[in-house]
T-cell receptor, first 111, second 115 residues
Framework: DQQVKQNSPSLSVQEGRISILNCDYT??????FLWYKKYPAEGPTFLIS?????DKNEDGRFTVFLNKSAKHLSLHIVPSQPGDSAVYFC??????????FGTGTRLKVLA | DVKVTQSSRYLVKRTGEKVFLECVQD?????MFWYRQDPGLGLRLIYF???????EKGDIPEGYSVSREKKERFSLILESTSTNQTSMYLC??????????????FGEGSRLTVL
């Protein structure tokens, strides 16, 4: 039973346009949501997070939106750059140490 | 520059062999984690360690054990490997002061192939 789902395994976007990566979850008790980016042959790196009491968090080109009623999370990257091409994982924090990860979305930004 | 270092990037083992994956972090973090990453399954928690000599089972601990004798070092042990343990293994650490919002710092991963 997957509590955190990323239904799009891949996404292609033109450079300069907006990338929207989506994530759905089932457990309304999650406290925090985080996004990680992973390049091939490297470990994931933290990108941005949002508390369950907020609906938006912005950091430069990256914005995360949280819709609690729909149990939906999205990451917006504007403008997209070729260096953003990577696999993006969303994660939900459950309790003090458990993070439930989605299966990842591979983003390809075309120059 | 903060760092989580995994000792082996690539390993190939035969079924039944013992594997010892070591992870070292230089950030003085109390919390350390071992995950495995498989296509279509995301990252799944194998074991978590609160602090030295303290551990908690994650979602998939079967076939694995861990050791945390020093704060900076967290080892994952596969006593007798099987082919279904072929995977990418990722170590991570975290400053517990930030609680659930605290970001995880990951190592580069250890890709294990069991033949």
């Amino acid at each position: 039973d997957q509590q955190v789902k990323q239904n799009s395994p891949s996404l292609s976007v033109q450079e300069g346009r907006i990338s929207i990566l989506n994530c759905d979850y089932t457990n309304s008790m999650f406290d925090y949501f985080l996004w990680y980016k992973k390049y091939p042959a490297e470990g994931p790196t933290f990108l941005i997070s949002i508390s369950s009491i907020k609906d938006k968090n912005e950091d430069g080109r990256f914005t995360v939106f949280l819709n609690k009623s729909a149990k939906h999370l999205s990451l917006h990257i504007v403008p997209s750059q070729p260096g953003d091409s990577a696999v993006y994982f969303c994660a939900a924090a459950s309790g003090t140490y458990k993070y439930i990860f989605g299966t990842g979305t591979r983003l390809k930004v075309l120059a | 520059d903060v760092k989580v270092t995994q000792s082996s990037r690539y390993l190939v083992k035969r079924t039944g062999e013992k594997v010892f994956l070591e992870c070292v972090q230089d950030m003085d973090h109390e919390n350390m984690f071992w995950y495995r990453q498989d296509p279509g399954l995301g990252l799944r928690l194998i074991y978590f360690s609160y602090d030295v000599k303290m551990k908690e089972k994650g979602d998939i601990p079967e076939g694995y054990s861990v050791s945390r004798e020093k704060k900076e070092r967290f080892s994952l042990i596969l006593e007798s490997t099987s082919t279904n343990q072929t995977s990418m293994y990722l170590c991570a650490s975290r400053n517990p002061g930030q609680g659930a919002s605290g970001e995880l710092f990951f190592g580069e991963g250890s890709r294990l192939t069991v033949l």
